[in-house]
């Protein structure tokens, strides 16, 4: 391990399938209304897959726009973050890493629902830093509307699909890009609260057949709510703290976008400035584990976040699972 090698941002991509759907479309076959989506979760529209598009398609789209965002068409190794494989077994980062042309590089998947994008950082940082690759390719991609049951309104007008990617490469702590403090948690006692409880080995163990809801996503949103507020405003003022930055001195908030709601809960409990904090969840919606890179390619390329700013990341998800992290913004080109 070398001292003071640290994970640098240096390209980035994302993509959004181009099947784009309203609130009125969801509205004419829900109980339920363009208003009352946009008063409880602040989406107004939203991109699914279409049939027979899968998460392993968007993360290589994703991943191709970052590795050229990077300069770079080789990478020493492929994380995944997602919650929506292509299947139960093997992963799908190896197969993203063989459509990308990158060979026969340690590739695996982290699954940590919507803080899956923050666990990937942490995993990437984690390879460049033992030395095992001098540059990673981190995907956060998701198919969320795979597994989320059509005709629950609670979770079909939230969630969407996507993905985000950063390509990772060895520098210094001290420069633009370096991944600052990671803050990471989980709480396995409160997993009820997002599951999708069968398909797995508990369920399968029991020899008995599973109703057909449970194959679905499902999330009490209540209790969730205020587990993400909270864990989300803790885990950022520990990353700044960490960082020694004042939650003053962020130039720009990026948090999952779960909903509208959280996002606000959250940026007034740390006193940050509505200019100061981005947000796409009005076009994308929920996007799991994508949302966050899936923001920041989107506000690089529209100059909403620029050089120099210090940014800090946030995120909560199933597990329960949270986390944190600074990043001084680096110069980046998009595509």
């Known amino acids: ?12 991509g994302s993509y959004v399938p181009p099947n784009r759907v309203t609130n009125d479309d969801l509205a004419a076959r829900l109980d339920t209304s363009d208003a009352w989506i ?5 989406i107004a529209e939203r991109c699914f897959v279409s049939p027979g598009t899968s998460t392993g398609d968007l993360a290589v789209e994703a991943g191709l726009r970052a590795l050229k965002s990077a300069g770079d068409e080789r990478v020493g190794a492929v994380v995944l973050a997602t919650t929506t494989p292509d299947q139960p077994c093997p992963a ?56 989320i049951n059509p005709a629950d ?37 409160l997993s009820h609260l997002i599951e999708v409880p069968a398909g797995g080995s508990r369920q399968r163990s029991t020899g008995r057949p599973a109703a057909p809801e449970d194959h679905f996503f499902q999330m009490l949103g209540r209790d969730t709510y205020r587990h993400a507020v909270e864990r989300m ?5 520990e990353a700044a703290e960490r960082a020694g930055w004042r939650l003053a001195d962020v130039d720009r908030f990026v948090a999952h976008q779960a909903n509208a709601r959280i996002l606000e809960a959250v940026s007034d409990r740390l006193g940050i400035p509505g200019e100061r904090r981005l947000s796409n969840i009005e076009r994308v919606g929920n996007t799991g584990a994508a949302s966050i890179p899936l923001l920041l390619a989107e506000a690089t390329a529209e100059g909403r976040l620029a050089t120099g700013h210090r940014v800090l990341l946030t995120a909560f998800g199933g597990g329960l699972s949270w986390g944190a992290a600074t990043v001084l913004w680096p110069r980046l080109q998009t595509f």
């Open 1 to 12: 391990m070398s001292a003071g090698r640290a994970a640098v941002i240096a390209g980035i």
């Open 38 to 42: 946009r008063s409880r979760t602040g």
């Open 92 to 147: 799908t980062a190896p197969q993203v890493a063989a459509r990308l042309g990158l060979g026969q590089v340690p590739a695996f998947d982290v699954a940590a629902v919507c803080s899956g994008f923050l666990y990937g950082l942490a995993s990437a940082a984690g390879l460049i830093a033992a030395g095992v690759a001098d540059s990673v390719l981190l995907v956060a991609a998701d198919a969320f509307t795979t597994i």
């Open 153 to 189: 309104r609670t979770t079909a007008v939230i969630f969407a699909d996507g993905a985000g990617a950063v390509v990772l490469r060895a520098g210094s702590p001290a420069e633009p890009g370096a991944i600052g403090p990671l803050v990471l948690g989980s709480d396995g006692e």
């Open 233 to 237: 405003t803790a885990a950022s003022t």
